[in-house]
C-alpha cells in the first residue's frame, strides 16, 4: 500500500509545501474545513537596496517588470540604533499606532510582514486600506514582504500553539532572517527592530537575539518624542497589564453567536444608532422591522455606543416604555457629578417568548401613534460595527491642569454634539488649549465611563478662518487635499488651449452631431462658472417646438477606471461652501474645458425634445453633439431679458418659449402631485469681506427662470432615466424618493390639528400637496413655509440606487411625483450623473472616444450599488457641510457686526418650531437659523434674576416661563407662535460651543 | 445475505483439500497462519485527506485497500412533535425528572449518520451495495443505552454526541472507497468497517465558539477542535463499533478469513463489536448475522471411483455446503470473540495504532 499521506518526511516536495487550515462559519450556518495550500519559494527578495544577493533572483511580475526594491540603503538611525534600523511592527502595534506610521518625519523603513497585513485585515479594514495606501507611498519605503511564501520564513503552527502564538513566532522568525540575511551580504547591515506590545513576544525575542520594543519605547527614541508619544494610542498602554479597574458602568455585550442567534430569530435588532441632537442622552435606532425608530435612553442603555455606531439592540420590557424626553440635554451643561443615569434598570429576567409578544406590542404602539405617548425603548446588546471617524473638537481647559512636560489625562470635547467627551492623555497640554484639535477615539472598555482616544493633530487657533474651514470639512469627510499628480496626469495635455477640432473628421467628432448653428444659452446663477446646462427651444414647421437641453460632455474627459474617475467616483460631489468650493472634477475640467461658456464651441450631451404648445412631449432624442453657447445667463439678466418688451431677437423669442413651456410643465407636475417643498436656505454673497457682510445673508430668491432651468432638467432627467432603465433594466443607477411611512407625519399632523385645526392628509403626495397648501395663516404669511419646512423634515431622504436592487414600483420619486429619476444634468459637480452620461452613452450606440471600456463597469451591479452608497454618504455629508459653513458664517458675520456696532441689536422675527419641557427651538427665517432658546434666555417683565421656572404643557404644545414664585409674570409661548427675538453671536463658557459661534437667540417680550 | 461470488475460481478437488485442512484440529490454514483467531498484518494511516474532518486509508495484506473520509456538517433538527408522549412519571420519581430531560434532549437521532459505499465498477443502487452499506452503518448508529441504566455511568452513542442544542446537529458523513480487483466478491465488510473505525476515531468536531441555544458558530481555529471520539483512551471509553468476519468450518471458528478460506466456508458470520459501557467486560456484540458462504454455489467433486450417490458423504470428496451452523458452533464464535479477548485484542491493536500516529505526528511537526 502506498502511502496517501503528504507531508511525510519521505516526501521530496514537502519542504516547499505548507499548508494553511481553518474553518469557516457561513452565514447560512454551514461550518467548514478550509485547507489552503501554499507552494514556498525563495525567490522573494528581502527588497533592500543593500542586498544584491535577492536583486539577481527576484522575478518579475506578469508585465515582465521587477519590482523595485523599497528598504533604503542608508536608513535613519535613532539614540538605540546609530547605524540605522529596518521595522518590523506587529499587528497590535498597527492597530494601534497606525497614525505614528502615517507620520512624513518618521517611521521610515518598514517591513510589513504578510502575516501581518492578513491579521490586520480581519480586524479593522480601514486600518488595513490606509497600511495598503503607506505601502504605495513612494518616499515612506514600506516593503510588503511575503513572509509565508519564502521557505526560509514561513511557519508551520506547532501542535497546541495558538494562533497568536504562531504569528508571534513568525515575526520573529522573519526578523531573525532579515537580520542573517542582510549580515550575509553587507558588512554593517541596518538593524532589524521588531516592534511589539506584548511583554511575552519581547522576552522571546530577547532570548532569540532579536531587537523587540513596544511601540512607546521604540517613539521615546526618536527626537519629537513629546507629540509622537501623545499619538500612541491609550489601548497600546492597557496592553501592558491594566487589570480590569473595579468599577464597571456598563454592562457586557452580548456574545457575536448570541446576537447572530438573536438576530435570526427576530428577537433583536441591527441599525444605526443616532443620537438626538437636543438630548445627548436619547438616541434613536432604525432597525427594519419596524416603522418609527426604537428609543434609547440613558447611558447604560446605550452602552457605550457612539452615533453613527451599527448597534444590536434587545427590546425593553413595556413597563421601561417612556415617552421621548420633552427635554434639552447638553453634556456641558449637565453635571458631570450627578449622572443622569442613576435610574438603574433592574436586569428583568424574561423568556425568549415574552420577548416575542414584546415585538407585537412595539407593532401596536407604533400604530397607535398618538394615542398612547409612551414609546418602545430599547438597550444595545452589542456593536454590529464601530463608525469611529477621526473627530474635530477642543481641550476642555478645566479638566485638565497643566503641569510642566508631564503627562495628564484631558477631556476633548468634539465638536459634534452628539459624540461624548474623549478621554486623552498629553503632554502638550497648553499648546493644545484654545486650538482645534484633531483626534480618535481607541477604545470604550466597560470600566471607563467615557471613551478613551488619542491626539493626532492641531488645525491651529479657534475661530481662525482656516482652521475651521478645516475642521468643517474634516468634520464631515469632505475630501480637499489637492488632486494628485496621477489625475491631474490624466487631463488634456492641451490644458486651457484644448479646442474642439475644428475637422469636422476628427475621431473627437465621431458620432456627434453638429448643433452649433442653434442658438443655446446657459442660466446660472450670478458668477457661475462651472456651467453644466444649457438650452434652447425653436419652432418646428408643423407648430411645435423643439427643445433642447445641452449638458456638459464630461463622460468624454474622464475615461472610466482611469485615476482622475476612481478620485470623483470618491469624492462623489463638489461641494460648496461660503468662501470655497471643493470640486469634484480638476479646474481645467470643471470650469474651462466641459463648462458650456458662451461663445465658445464645446462638447455636450443634448436631449432633444418635440413638444407641442401645450408641453405635451411628442418624442425625445438623445445625441452627442457640439455646441456654441450664445450667452451665459444669470436668472436675474435673463429675467430681464424675457421681461423687455423691446428684445425681439431670436434668442429672447425662444427664452420665452421655454418660459411657457416651463410654466405648462410646472402646472402638470402639480398636478400630478409633487411637492412644493422647502428647506431653510439663505444665499450667502461673500465677496467683499470689508462690507457690512451681515447685508450679504440673503433668503434664496425665487424668480421664474430659476423654475425654467428646473423645469427642463427635471424633464431631461426624467427622459434619460426611461431610457436607460429600459437598456439597462438591472444596472441603471436611477434617483428615488420613498414615499414616508404616515407614522413619519403623526407628530406634525398632531400639532397642526391641535395648534391651528388642520388636517395634514398624508395618504399620497398629491394629498400631502393639497393639505399643505390649506395650511395658511393670513396674519403669518412665513407660517405656511414653515410647516413645509417640518414636512421636509418628516420625509424620507432621497438617495441613488441600482434600478436591480429594488422592484419597479419602488423607483418612484415621491417629492417630485415621478414615476422614474435620475440625476444626468450635472456631471460636472455629481459624479452620479457622469455614470449617468456613460450609460446614456452606451444606450443610444454612441461609439466614440474609449466608450467600449465602459461596458463592463456599467454591468457590474456590485460595483455600481457600492458607488451608489458612497454617493449617498457623500451628498448627504456636503449638504450638511455647506449648511454648517453658513451657520458658520452668519455667526461670523453676527460677530463682525457687534464688534463695529456695539450698541446696535439685531431685532428679527422668529418662529417656534419645537417646545420642550425647559426651551424652545425658533426658527429665524432671515439668516436661515433655527437655535435653542433656555430658560435664562426668555426676556421677562421686571427681571430679578432669579431662578427660572417653567410650566410646560405638553398636549397643548405651550411653554410659560416665569421667575421663581411669580408665575403671574410669566411669559407663555406655543408653537408655531411668531416672536420677536434678538440675535447675537456670544462667545459661550462651554467648550462645545466654543469656536462654533453658536448664535444666541434672546426672546424679546412680549 | 446473499452470497457475493459469482463463481468460484476453485476446482472441487481444491475446494476439498482445504476444506479438509481448515476442518482438523487444530486448523491447517493455506498461509500458514497456525491459530483460527491469527489476523494478517494490515497497514493503516489516518488524516490522509486534508479538506474532511477525519479520514483513514487502509490496506490488506491481499492488496485490497479501502479509504474513508468524515465530513461534518451541522444541521437544523426538525423538531419532534411526540416528544409530548412521555411515559407517565409519578410523583415520587419527580426528582429524576431533570436527569431524564436531560437525557432525552441529548438523543440523537440515527438518520444523523449517512454513509455511502463507492465500489468503481458498481452502481450505486446496486442491492448488494445498499445491502453493505447498512451493515456498515447500522452498527454505527446503534443507541447505546436505549434504557435509563441504574448507575451514573451514561454513555452516549455516536448520534447522541452530535446533538448541538435542541435546534442544531451534526449530520455526519462517512464516505467509503473500496479498492479491490475483486469488488465486493472479497467480502470486503471487515476492511471497510476497519477504514470507518480509523476514519471515525480521526474525526475531529469544529469547536463552536456559540453557546447553549444559540445558531452554532465555529471557532476558525482548526486545532481548537476536539475529537468526535475522545483519544484519552479508557477501557470503558466510546469507540466506533468494529465488524468481523467469522468463518466457521466444520468446528473450527477462524477469523480474517483468506480469499481460499473463504471459499469452503461452512458458514460466515459477521460479529459487530463494540467497546463495552461495564468496566467489568472489555467488549460486546452488538450483531451477529450470517452471511451466505461461496462454498454453497460451488460444483459438487466426483468420486474417481465409483458413482456418486445421492447422500452419501465420501470424505475427500467436494460437496457444496448447504444448511446452516450448529447452535453450539455459533456459542464457539461469540465465546472466541467476547471471552477469549479476539475483540479487545482487535481494539486495542486499533488503539495502539492511533497512539503510533499520534507519536509520528508530533515527530513530524517536531521536525
Known sequence: MKSLKRGLAADPNAVNISSKVFIRSAKSGRVQKVVREQYLRKDIPCSSLLCSACASTAVADANGVVPKFVLSKRPAGTKAFPDGHYLIPDTNVLLSGMDLFEESGHFHDVVILQTVLEELKNRSLPLYNRLMALTRSEDKRFYLFFNEFRSDTAVRRADGESINDRNDRSVRKAAAWYTSHLARVTKKPPVIVVLTNDQENRRKSKKEGINALSLRQYVEGLDDADRLLDMVSQGAEGQEGRALQGELFYPEYYSMTRIMTGIKAGTLHQGVFNVSPYNYLEGTVKVPAFDKPLLVLGREASNRSISGDVVVVEILPKDQWKVPSTQILDEDTVNQNDNPDNEEQEESVITENEKRALQEDVRRAHSAGADTRAQPTCRVVGIMKRNWRQLVGTIDNVSGSATGNRQTTVFLVPMDKRIPKIRIRTRQVEELIGKRIVATIDSWDRDTRYPVGHYIRSLGELETKEAETEALLLEYDVQYRPFPKAVLDCLPSEGHNWKVPTDTSDPGWQGRRDLRNILVCSIDPPGCQDIDDALHARPLPNGNFEVGVHIADVSNFVKPNNPMDAEASSRGTTVYLVDKRIDMLPMLLGTDLCSLKPHVERYAFSTLWEVTPDAEVVSASFTKSVIRSREGFSYEQAQKRIDDPTATDELTQSMRTLLSLSQKLRQKRMDAGALNLSSPEVRIEADNESSDSLADVKTKAQLATNSLVEEFMLLANITVARKIESVFPQTALLRRHASPPASNFADLSDQLKRMRGFELDVSSSKALADSLDQCVDPTHPFFNTLIRIMATRCMTSAEYFCSGSHAAPEFRHYGLASEIYTHFTSPIRRYADLLVHRQLAYAIGYEGGGNEIADESLRNKGKLERVCQNLNFRHRNAQLAGRASIEYYVGQALKARAEKTPGAAIDVEGYVMRVFENGIVVFVPQFGIEGLVRLEDFQLKNDEAAKRESIFDADGYTLTVFEKGREQQGVTVELFQQLKVRVSSEEKSGAREKGKRRVRIVVLSV | ?367
Open chain 2, 1 to 367: 445475505m446473499p452470497s457475493l461470488a459469482s463463481s468460484s475460481p476453485f476446482s472441487p478437488a481444491e475446494l476439498a483439500y482445504l476444506h479438509t485442512s481448515l476442518s482438523s484440529v487444530p486448523p491447517l490454514r493455506p498461509d500458514a497462519r497456525s491459530l483460527g483467531t491469527d489476523f494478517r498484518p494490515l497497514r493503516a494511516e489516518t488524516g490522509v485527506l486534508p479538506a474532511v474532518n477525519g479520514s483513514a486509508h487502509v490496506g490488506f495484506s491481499d492488496g485490497r485497500e479501502a479509504i474513508v473520509g468524515v465530513k461534518l456538517e451541522v444541521e437544523k433538527t426538525v423538531e419532534r412533535k411526540n416528544t409530548g408522549l412521555k411515559y407517565h412519571v409519578d410523583s415520587a420519581m419527580d426528582i429524576d425528572m431533570d436527569e431524564d430531560e436531560r437525557r432525552k434532549q441529548a438523543m440523537g437521532k440515527q438518520e444523523w449518520v449517512t454513509l455511502t459505499l463507492t465500489v468503481p465498477g458498481l452502481r450505486d443502487d446496486d442491492p448488494n451495495l445498499a445491502f453493505l452499506e447498512e451493515m456498515l452503518r447500522e452498527p454505527l448508529a446503534v443507541p447505546l443505552s436505549t434504557a435509563p441504566q441504574s448507575d451514573n455511568s451514561y454513555t452516549m452513542s455516536l448520534q447522541d454526541s452530535l446533538v448541538i442544542n435542541s435546534r442544531w446537529h451534526w449530520h455526519v458523513y462517512v464516505d467509503v472507497l473500496l479498492i479491490s480487483p475483486n469488488g465486493l466478491a472479497s467480502y470486503p465488510l471487515p476492511l471497510l468497517s476497519m477504514a470507518a473505525h480509523l476514519a471515525l476515531r480521526d474525526t475531529r468536531i469544529p469547536k463552536l465558539k456559540s453557546e447553549g441555544e444559540e445558531d452554532p458558530v465555529a471557532d476558525d481555529d482548526w486545532m481548537a477542535s476536539t475529537y468526535l471520539y475522545p483519544r484519552k483512551v479508557v477501557t470503558t471509553s466510546p469507540r466506533p463499533p468494529v465488524i468481523l468476519l467469522v468463518l466457521v468450518v466444520g468446528e473450527n471458528v477462524i477469523f480474517d478469513p483468506s480469499r481460499e478460506e473463504l471459499a469452503v466456508a461452512d458458514g460466515i458470520v459477521a460479529v459487530s463489536i463494540a467497546s463495552s459501557t461495564d468496566d467489568d467486560k472489555d467488549c460486546k456484540v452488538l450483531a451477529v448475522r450470517m452471511v451466505d458462504s461461496p462454498a454453497r454455489d460451488t460444483m459438487k467433486g466426483i468420486p474417481q471411483s465409483e458413482e456418486p450417490q445421492k447422500g452419501v458423504d465420501v470424505p475427500g470428496v467436494w460437496r457444496p455446503r448447504v444448511g446452516g451452523v450448529k447452535r453450539s458452533v455459533l456459542k464457539a464464535v461469540i465465546k472466541s470473540v467476547v471471552v477469549d479477548g479476539v475483540a479487545r485484542d482487535v481494539m486495542s491493536g486499533l488503539d495502539g495504532f492511533l497512539n503510533l500516529e499520534d507519536g509520528a505526528d508530533a515527530g513530524a511537526n517536531a521536525v
